[in-house]
């Protein structure tokens, strides 16, 4: 098996000192977001295996959160995206706000979603540009199919968290396959993870670029697995 | 003017350098949340300030945060309230529950709701199980009773320079009750919404009990603010 990268020690002995000081000043914990990438070849074996922390939350995330924090508006500030505003842009680049928080309300619009659906859960893409705070889409997402570059997304199933009463972690996995059956190889090199808020308009929230190409070969599955945890302090 | 309390600048430097810490990791910067209390006479000179770091978010702010950010139902753990489930517990102490999202709704358009900013005189010790105050302050102007104001819809400043999105939530006291009231705990509600059942419900999120305590003269003003801050990365 092939690893292109795990979390370093470093990040662990440093997400460690991060708890600690947060029960030390009773913080509230944070969200702290893995994702890990295998390819998997025609006897489900991981040939290529890729894990970090996800860093990649970007504007659309951290407007959905201030709002839900501190129970505003998303058009309080203004309805256009950016820099000091509230709005999230959808997928397709355009703003959107209300005069209610940005909020997941139903249950079909979190992360779960149909096979084939690219517009809840995870998606993935050819591009590799790299992250930017302002991404609000893939550079160049893969289409569902069996077409040329294309994969087959399997359906993204409604989250269960567990949570351990010894370290007092709720952790949730939101977890996609995509089969290739394009008949030639695929290079993936972005991983979006997307929901709908509310408005009805779907947002991408987080999009990480791969350190290099994860090749997944023709017959070959890939699994992209986000784990997020959060730590209750008692 | 008497100061009854003022931020522990070594814990204040302590949450820097954490910041600094996820800035460099590029992870989600932990919202701090700061609680102000003011005394002023009838002339408007201030008598007693109370300032601190709020360190009090209790299980139903967890819960809230979980669900939104993990995009689960409330009721995906059991339907008990307690660790290990995802319920919120009601001013009753009842568990609400819900098999769609939870999130926090605008406050300015329902009336008969109590969200925001209430006192009272409890001295129960803090508890990360808190669902109520210990002893409420009610409305007017009997004895024992303070008279509050309204609270507009928050709307969130941001300043450009320190990527700081801040909301200040504030609310005024005003004790024509005839006697001194000795303030001895703080509250902070959200209002929610249950989508499926369309019911709305006060959630209590936080409960800070004030050492020392705070005492409002007969006529005098009670003005408290909550200081909500994130962080932006860019």
Redesign the interface.
């Known amino acids: 098996m092939e690893i292109l990268k795990h979390i370093s020690d470093l990040?662990k002995k440093?997400l460690n000192?991060?708890k600690e000081?947060?029960k030390?000043?009773?913080?509230?914990?944070?969200?702290?977001c893995k994702m890990k990438a295998q390819v998997l070849d025609k006897r489900n074996k991981v040939s290529v295996s890729y894990e970090d922390?996800s860093?990649?939350?970007n504007?659309n995330?951290?407007n959905?959160?201030?709002?839900?924090?501190?129970?505003?508006?998303s058009n309080?500030?203004g309805s256009a995206f950016g820099?000091?505003?509230?709005a999230c842009k959808d997928k397709d680049g355009n703003p959107g706000s209300s005069?209610?928080?940005h909020?997941?309300?139903?249950?079909s619009?979190?992360?779960?979603e149909n096979s084939g659906g690219l517009l809840h859960g995870i998606i993935v893409g050819t591009g590799s540009t790299p992250e930017s705070?302002?991404d609000y889409y893939l550079e160049s997402v893969i289409e569902e199919g069996t077409g040329a570059g294309q994969l087959n997304y399997s359906a993204v199933s409604?989250?269960?968290?567990v949570?351990d009463?010894v370290t007092?972690e709720?952790k949730?996995e939101v977890i996609r396959y995509m089969l290739n059956n394009s008949g030639g190889t695929i290079g993936v090199n972005e991983v979006g993870l997307m929901?709908c808020l509310?408005g009805m308009y779907y947002t991408m929230i987080s999009r990480d670029v791969l350190p290099s190409t994860l090749n997944v070969l023709a017959d070959y599955q890939l699994k992209v697995t986000y784990e997020?945890t959060?730590t209750?302090?008692? | 003017m008497l100061i009854l309390r003022d931020l522990d600048e070594k814990e204040e430097r302590e949450i820097r350098e954490t910041h600094e810490l996820q800035k460099e990791m590029h992870l989600f910067l932990t919202p701090v949340c700061y609680l102000n209390l003011e005394v002023k006479n009838q002339e408007g000179k201030i008598i007693s300030k109370y300032k601190d770091r709020s360190k009090s978010w209790v299980r139903n702010f967890y819960n809230w945060q979980a669900v939104q950010q993990m995009a689960c139902p409330t009721n995906s753990l059991g339907i008990t309230y307690g660790e290990g489930s995802l319920t919120i517990a009601n001013q009753l102490g009842s568990p609400r529950y819900d098999s769609q999202y939870l999130f926090a709704h605008k406050t300015s358009s329902l009336a008969g709701f109590q969200n925001g900013i209430i006192v009272g005189t409890g001295d129960d010790a803090e508890s990360f199980e808190s669902y109520d105050l210990s002893a409420e302050i009610e409305d007017g102007t009997g004895a024992g009773q303070l008279q509050r104001s309204i609270m507009s819809q928050p709307i969130p400043t941001y300043d450009g320079v320190t990527k700081e999105m801040t909301l200040e939530l504030t609310r005024n006291f005003i004790n024509n009750s005839g006697g001194s009231i000795e303030v001895k705990e703080v509250g902070l509600w959200a209002l929610f919404l249950y989508f499926s059942v369309n019911s709305y419900s006060d959630i209590l999120v936080s409960r800070d009990l004030l050492s020392p305590t705070v005492t409002v003269d007969n006529s005098y003003k009670l003005t408290v603010t909550y200081m909500i801050q994130i962080t932006y990365p860019a």
Request: charged share 15%; net charge positive.
């Open positions: 990040d440093r000192r991060l000081q947060h030390k000043l009773h913080l509230m914990s944070i969200p702290i922390l860093r990649s939350w504007r995330f951290y959905w959160q201030v709002c839900q924090q501190m129970t505003c508006s309080c500030m820099e000091g505003t509230l005069n209610t928080p909020h997941l309300r139903t249950a619009q979190g992360y779960q705070f302002e409604p989250i269960v968290p949570y009463p007092k709720l949730a929901v509310s997020i959060i209750y302090p008692a």
